[in-house]
């Protein structure tokens, strides 16, 4: 049933929606171009204030052959679906969920697709290129996502794995596939500072505060990795439409850890879908999958304790997740720790929230949060596993480290191993990149 101006639905009265589209339909002006909206139970037709009617059934007919062309696509219960795509983005933030995501999804994925693949983390801190200490990620976390991969057969790419997004900001086009496939790369926004910098000086139109992001306005979300991550993908659909010669849109899977145990949100998403949002009629369809949306936290901990892939020490202080530092949907458990393990960033942020008149959180200043018990300050450092060398991240209070396969405990809560285990039969980024001071 839609819900609209009676010529509107005069109009779109004339569009075929599908069968399977038994949703309520309903018109809101809120967007410049019209757009359609799937959500649970619901389909919006965002419209322009000025669109008429005709041109509004006549841009949702062009939205629905989306729809029909998302319909027809395999998904991942059908032999060769993966054949169907041009590119595959796998997105990792280097946490517990990345890292298993990204395991399974390359175990999932044949090698005759690693020519397709891109492994993406974006960084929220200022321009590490230039040399800047991270205060928004935890130390070291770009690092030791590319480890991830590696231990992925994924390796780092060119220019410490800035290369194409440098590329990409000298609006320099890419010459070859061999500049991105296969590889592990960073991207970020192009924003002089970083996060909390932009919270500090972001202002509305009438040249106010804007305030902090919150969970109805996550601009820290929207601006700093959908953003990024879609021109990032944009750049290299360019390079694949040239090489193919493309007529139609460059179909691109997008790969990410979100599991239904975390939230309603996620717990609605499906584990296989098209992606409005990230699609463009023309130029890309986008697809996302979910490898990981049925396992639970233990089943993940599980993983990475038989995988043997180190893991950030920052979940052994008791962090839930490996997020933002200071997240504006922190629970007060973690911030209370992040008080006491990053009291430096903490200040910083209490700072701009004074100087803003903002809680940063909604009925909770970051000011009243109280440190949680235990040793102040966090940092970490590189070591190699006592049994099997590997690399292993720890927290700089320890002078040895074992990796998850031989750690006698950890998050996951396994008692101490008997006897000696085989080493982990995995390269590392530290073997393709050489030893690391």
């Known amino acids: 049933m839609i819900h609209a101006p009676a010529p509107f639905a005069r109009a779109l009265a004339g569009v075929a929606l599908p069968d399977w589209l038994d949703c309520k339909v309903e018109i809101r002006r809120r967007r410049k171009t019209p757009g359609l909206i799937i959500e649970p139970n619901l389909v919006t037709i965002a419209a322009p204030p000025a669109a008429t009617p005709q041109e509004l059934a006549e841009a949702l007919a062009g939205q629905l052959r989306m729809v029909l062309t998302a319909a027809s696509v395999p998904g991942p219960s059908t032999p060769g679906w993966y054949d169907h795509f041009d590119l595959i983005v796998i997105h990792t933030s280097g946490g517990k969920d990345s890292q298993t995501m990204l395991r399974r999804a390359l175990a999932l994925l044949p090698a005759s697709v690693r020519d397709r693949i891109v492994v993406l983390h974006l960084v929220l801190d200022k ?52 500049q991105w496939a296969g590889q592990m790369h960073y991207a970020r926004r192009d924003f002089d500072g970083d996060l909390l910098d932009d919270f500090a000086t972001r202002c509305k139109r009438d040249g106010s505060p804007r305030g902090w992001a919150t969970i109805w306005t996550r601009y820290c979300t929207s601006d700093w990795k959908t953003a990024v991550g879609r021109a990032f993908t944009e750049y290299i659909c360019a390079q694949i439409r040239a090489e193919l010669g493309l007529t139609r849109p460059v179909r691109v899977l997008q790969i990410m850890g979100f599991r239904a145990e975390e939230s309603d949100d996620r717990r609605d998403r499906a584990p296989f879908s098209f992606s409005f949002k990230a699609s463009a009629s023309a130029s890309r369809h986008v697809w996302e999958w979910l490898p990981i949306h049925d396992m639970t936290k233990p089943e993940v901990w599980a993983d990475i304790a038989a995988s043997g892939v180190p893991y950030h020490p920052a979940y052994d202080e008791g962090l839930s997740r490996l997020s933002c530092r200071v997240c504006i949907q922190g629970s007060r458990r973690d911030l209370a720790l992040v008080a006491r393990m990053a009291p430096d960033t903490v200040a910083d942020y209490v700072q701009v929230e004074t100087d803003l008149n903002d809680p940063f959180q909604h009925r909770r200043p970051l000011a009243s949060i109280q440190p949680a018990p235990g040793p102040a300050g966090f940092d970490v450092h590189w070591l190699s596993c006592p049994t099997c060398a590997v690399r292993v991240l720890a927290n700089t209070r320890e002078s040895q480290r074992y990796c998850p396969a031989h750690a006698s405990t950890g998050p996951w809560h396994l008692p101490a191993l008997s006897g000696p285990a085989a080493p982990c039969a995995q390269g590392t980024l530290f073997d393709l990149i050489g030893p690391v001071a």
Request: hydrophobic content about 40%; glycine content about 12%; overall charge neutral.
């Open 127 to 178: 321009d590490p290129q230039a040399g800047e200490e991270p205060r928004i990620e935890w130390q070291q976390v770009p690092e030791l996502a590319a480890e991830q991969a590696a231990r992925s057969g994924i390796g780092l790419a060119a220019g410490d794995g800035w290369a194409v997004w440098n590329l990409h900001r000298a609006k320099k086009k890419l010459t070859g596939r061999s």
